[in-house]
Nanobody, 118 residues
Framework: VQLQASGGGLVQAGGSLRLACAAS????????MAWFRQAPGTQRELVAD???????KYTDSVKGRFTIARDNAKNTVYLQMNSLKPEDTAVYYC?????????????WGQGTLVTVSS
């Protein structure tokens, strides 16, 4: 099983970016999918999470600006980021709890860099 993230880049404050993360491999079922981020010198933090039936939760700093969504047919999770701020600058990682033929565990994507300039 692999997670492949895409969509990061450089954007000015107030702009938007959309991240995507596709899971592939011997997948039986995907449970929660999530986005984390890690800025230099900080711990990795949960940004947003979405359950298999679409329930979502967000860290307070992104509520009203970011939207997490998933396409179960494509095994893909998205993060729409609007009204970006310089403090959103970080490497963003997707995460998914996946049941495969070898068991259930969490998987991580490779990380995609988001840079927001002021």
């Amino acid at each position: 099983v692999q997670l492949q993230a895409s969509g990061g880049g450089l954007v000015q404050a107030g702009g938007s970016l959309r991240l995507a993360c596709a899971a592939s491999g011997s997948i039986v079922r995907i449970n929660d999918m999530a986005w984390f981020r890690q800025a230099p010198g900080t711990q990795r933090e949960l940004v947003a999470d979405i359950t298999s039936d679409g329930a979502t939760k967000y860290t307070d700093s992104v509520k009203g600006r970011f939207t997490i969504a998933r396409d179960n047919a494509k095994n893909t999770v998205y993060l729409q980021m609007n009204s970006l701020k310089p403090e959103d600058t970080a490497v963003y990682y997707c995460n998914a709890n996946i049941l495969s033929w070898i068991g259930m565990r969490d998987y991580w994507g490779q990380g995609t860099l988001v840079t927001v300039s002021s």
